[in-house]
Each structure stands twice: as C-alpha cells, then as structure tokens.
C-alpha cells in the first residue's frame, strides 16, 4: 500500500468553472476526512465519511461543495462555479475508526 | 473558536536551542496526534498519544499528553534546521471527527 492518494497535485483553473479532486484513502482504512488549508494556517476540516456515509458536513461548506464515496472506497470531492476564495490546498486523510489519521500530498487549487 | 488552541503561533530560534509547542482544549480527546507539515506537502504523522500522562520520544523530540487529555505538548532538544516547519496538533474528541489547531510555525535558523 502506497498510503494516500490525491489527483491531481496540482490544479488551475477559471473562475466559474467546476473542478473534482479524487482521494484513495489507505485500502483497510474506514474513515476519510476532507479539508481545506490556506497557507501558514491549521487544515480546516470540510466532511467526512465512515464507509460510504458521509456523518458530517462543515457549516462553512456551501452548497457549491459536494463529496462523494461510493462503495466506501475512493472519493471525490467536487467544486461548481469556483470563486478566487476558493483557491486553497485540499487535503485527504484517512483512519481507521478514531485512530491515527494519514494524509496524502493534497491538491492546490488556483482559481484564476 | 477552535476546539484545539496551538501556541506560540510562530517560533523563531538558533540552531542548537531548545523549544516547546503547547496544544490545549477544553475538550477532553480520545487520542490526540501531532503532525510536522512543510510548504506544499501534506502533514506527517509524527506520534499519537492515547494515554492521560503518557511521554513519547522521538529522538530529539518529546511529546506529552495531559493527564486530563485536554492538552499536549511537544518539546524539541537542540533544534536543527531540519526541524524547521509548520507543527500540528489534530485530535478525536467523543469519537467525533479529527479537529486541527492553528499550527505553530517553527523556523530554526543555522
């Protein structure tokens, strides 16, 4: 197992436009946490799934963000209609149960 | 508010000095982690802690976690310049999710 995986690394794109960013968490790995960071500042945490149920969603979140993880696995998360605001790192990590949380090198979005 | 507060928030030191990063909560957390983060890379898991009082040592660096499990911290010996980076403290409160502090950014200078 290589941990976790997030594509792509790097991301450009024009206001208004959507994007999706893909997470494979560690394959025996039962939770998988999204987040947000903007630079010099903790992670901020966006959603979560244990299995394929997404248990909570951040109030910051709007209804522009959606994440999915079908069958549990792997997830998506998907921005509509991107905003300059939304230009951050974001972050996948996964556990098992509370445990010990891993993350992936994250996606940089840049919405120009 | 954020349910995990990091001090100080930025740390600037001499290589070969000592340092203490303090993370603390009015929650108490099933388990509590710290994590090293540098530009561009995702955070590294650098030790979790379960036990109230519990001590780990990772060469150069201890980490304590409270005997309340509200608070932590994380004391490096004789900094070197490869310690220098963006020090986290996430935690698992109730089975909840996993909360992040602000982070504490150290730069250790040669």
């Known amino acids: 197992d290589t941990g976790v995986s997030q594509n792509p690394r790097h991301k450009i794109t024009k206001r208004g436009q959507n994007v999706t960013f893909r997470c494979d968490p560690i394959?025996?790995?039962?939770?998988l946490y999204w987040y947000r960071q903007t630079l010099g500042q903790g992670p901020e945490f966006l959603t979560y799934f244990q299995n394929e149920a997404q248990l909570e969603k951040s109030r910051l979140l709007s209804d522009r963000f959606s994440a999915e993880r079908p069958k549990g696995s792997f997830s998506t998360l998907e921005i509509q209609r991107t905003e300059q605001g939304d230009s951050a790192m974001y972050l996948c990590?996964?556990?098992?149960?509370?445990?010990?949380?891993?993350f992936g090198q994250g996606t940089r979005l840049t919405v120009v | 508010t954020q349910l995990l507060e990091q001090s100080p928030q930025f740390l600037s030191i001499q290589e070969g000095e000592n340092l203490t990063v303090y993370c603390n909560s009015s929650?108490?957390?099933?388990?509590l982690q710290w994590y090293r983060q540098e530009p561009g890379e995702g955070p590294v898991l650098l030790v979790t802690v379960v036990t109230g009082g519990e001590v780990k040592k990772l060469k150069r660096l201890t980490f304590q976690f409270g005997d309340a499990r509200k608070d932590s911290s994380l004391h490096i010996t004789a900094a070197q310049p490869g310690d220098t980076g963006l020090y986290l403290c996430?935690?698992?409160?109730?089975?909840?999710?996993?909360?992040f502090g602000g982070g504490t950014r150290v730069l250790v200078k040669p």
């Open positions: 996430a935690g698992v409160a109730a089975g909840n999710k996993l909360t």
């Open positions: 929650s108490v957390f099933s388990s």
């Open positions: 990590a996964s556990s098992q149960g509370w445990h010990e949380a891993f």
């Open positions: 394959s025996e790995h039962n939770r």
